[in-house]
């Protein structure tokens, strides 16, 4: 069973930056693809980012060109800058392998000032 673990969210300015962190754990292969998605209140959840095992990256119009996903194994980081209100959300990391998604518990990312 894979496990899935995210740190890094809480409370930034405007124009701020953020580095969000997931680690997924309980099997020995590399995961197929890790993404990170975001859940704003009344809407649904959406994809951010994601990146496939050999580096492969998609990234949602919203925040193309101020985030960044990068992976070491089946760990996934997520870069934000210049942070926008809209950008605030619950995150939550994706580990997707052999089509099962394994979702961690999700953290919060505020933007205000």
């Known amino acids: 069973q894979v496990q899935v673990v995210e740190s890094g969210g809480g409370l930034v300015q405007p124009g701020g930056s953020l580095r969000l962190s997931c680690a997924a754990s309980g099997t020995i292969f590399i995961i197929d693809v890790m993404g990170w998605y975001r859940q704003a209140p009344g809407k649904e959840r959406e994809l951010v980012a994601s990146i496939t095992g050999n580096g492969t990256t998609n990234y949602a119009e919203a925040v193309k060109g101020r985030f960044t996903i990068s992976r070491a194994k089946n760990t996934v980081y997520l870069e934000m800058n210049s942070l926008k209100p809209e950008d605030t959300a619950v995150y939550y990391c994706?580990?997707?392998?052999?089509?099962?998604?394994?979702w961690g518990q999700g953290t919060q990312v505020t933007v205000s000032s």
């Open positions: 994706d580990a997707y392998r052999r089509t099962t998604h394994y």
